[in-house]
Each structure stands twice: as structure tokens, then as C-alpha cells.
């Protein structure tokens, strides 16, 4: 069974700062695809990135890319120039692919950004 | 294109009755998941349906079924609700025969069980 990790409960942020949310996962496929989601206060959850595992390269969306490190089973996601708009629950999702499409969520990181 | 729809957002039921779920996926997607998100479990994976047959199940009672229609709509019914049962139920919808395995979320249905 694939589990997924996020050590961080809640954080916050500057406006305008960087910040950074781990999650960690495991499992024993070899190809699977990574997703981060934000769930805002409105509680609609919203894609926010997709990392497959056996590309290298690390996905970008505009101001949100991950650190993908496969070997370490880390998929982190950072977050450039904060917005207020990107206050919201955080969650890693894993979907073992094969024609799957059972995701397993993290508990969630909290983010606050501050003005 | 209209995003997942998800009909009620609201419910309140009473313990013992039953209750129905509808969800109307993107159009053209035919993979519809359901999942569950409670405080305590967080966001746990119900079923998934595709091409109306169910083909994955997740760590729920029997309480807790679905269906799909050949225009891809799906359906989830909760029978004998529980206090424990209320929470929010979101569907999400895919575009298989790809290989991006993307999932877009509706609003959710809130259900409160009293």
C-alpha cells in the first residue's frame, strides 16, 4: 500500500516570500505520477502540479514547481512570490498509474500568507 | 468547458435514513472517482467508475455504494447513515487513454448526518 507524508501541519508566509511544503511518500511501484492540490477556504480542490516518476526534469507551473527526488521518495513543492490567493490547505496526492486512478492524499499543510 | 458538477452541495439527513449523491463529470471524461474528506480521516478514496463498472473500491462498508450511466454520470448512495458518515463527499473526474491521470474535483456535497 502506497502511503503519503506531509511532516507539516500548518505554515505561513510572506507575501511576496518563498516558501517551500515537504511530503514524502512510499511505495514500491516504479512509475507513478505525483500531484500537488489546493483547497482553499471555498473547500473546491484545485490541480495545482503533476510530477510523473519517470521524467527527471521537474515540473514548473508559472510561480509553483516541486524538487522531485525519486530515489529519496521526496516531492516538495515551492511556491515563489506569494500571493494572499495562495492561502489554502496543500495536498501531495499519488496515483500508481498502471490504469489506476485511486489517489492517496496527505493530511495537508496549512498555508497562511501574511500581508 | 463546464467544470465537474456536483448536485446537492448541501444535506441534512437524519441517522437511519439514506441519501444520494449525484456528480456530472467534464465533458468527455468517462473516469469518475469518489472520495470522502472528514476532519479526523482526511481525504479518503471511495470508488472509482469507469464505462459504468466499478473498478476499484476503497476501505468502506457495503453502506456505501455507486453506479454509473452511459453518459458518464455517477451516483453515490449512503444507506443506514451514521453520525460518523457526515462529512464532505467530493468527485472527481478524468480523461483516460491518457497518460497524465489528472483529476478534477467538483465543489463537493456537504452532508450532515444528526
Known amino acids: 500500500a502506497q502511503t503519503v507524508t506531509q511532516s507539516q501541519p500548518e505554515m505561513s508566509v510572506q507575501e511576496a516570500e518563498t516558501v517551500t511544503l515537504s511530503c514524502t511518500y512510499d511505495t514500491s511501484e516504479s512509475n507513478y505520477y505525483l500531484f500537488w492540490y489546493k483547497q482553499p477556504p471555498s473547500r473546491q480542490m484545485i490541480l495545482v502540479i503533476r510530477?510523473?516518476?519517470?521524467?527527471?526534469q521537474n515540473a514548473t507551473e508559472n510561480r509553483f514547481s516541486v524538487n522531485f527526488q525519486k530515489a529519496a521518495k521526496s516531492f516538495s513543492l515551492k511556491i515563489s512570490d506569494s500571493q494572499l490567493g495562495d492561502t489554502a490547505m496543500y495536498f501531495c496526492a499519488f496515483i500508481p498509474g498502471a490504469g489506476s486512478y485511486q489517489l492517496t492524499f496527505g493530511k495537508g499543510t496549512k498555508l497562511s500568507v501574511i500581508p | 468547458k463546464a467544470g465537474v458538477t456536483q448536485t446537492p452541495r448541501y444535506l441534512i439527513k437524519t441517522r437511519g435514513q439514506q441519501v444520494t449523491l449525484s456528480c456530472s463529470p467534464i465533458?468527455?471524461?468517462?473516469?469518475v472517482s469518489w472520495y470522502q474528506q472528514t476532519p479526523g480521516q482526511g481525504l479518503q478514496f471511495l470508488f472509482e467508475y469507469f464505462s459504468e463498472t466499478q473498478r476499484n473500491k476503497g476501505n468502506f462498508p457495503g453502506r456505501f455504494s455507486g453506479r454509473q450511466f452511459s453518459n458518464s454520470r455517477s451516483e453515490m448512495n449512503v444507506s443506514t447513515l451514521e453520525l460518523g458518515d457526515s462529512a464532505l463527499y467530493l468527485c472527481?473526474?478524468?480523461?483516460?487513454?491518457?497518460?497524465?491521470?489528472?483529476?478534477?474535483f467538483g465543489p463537493g456535497t456537504r452532508l450532515t448526518v444528526t
Open positions: 510530477q510523473e516518476a519517470y521524467k527527471q
Open positions: 472527481a473526474s478524468s480523461l483516460t487513454g491518457t497518460r497524465s491521470y489528472e483529476q478534477y
Open positions: 465533458s468527455g471524461h468517462r473516469s
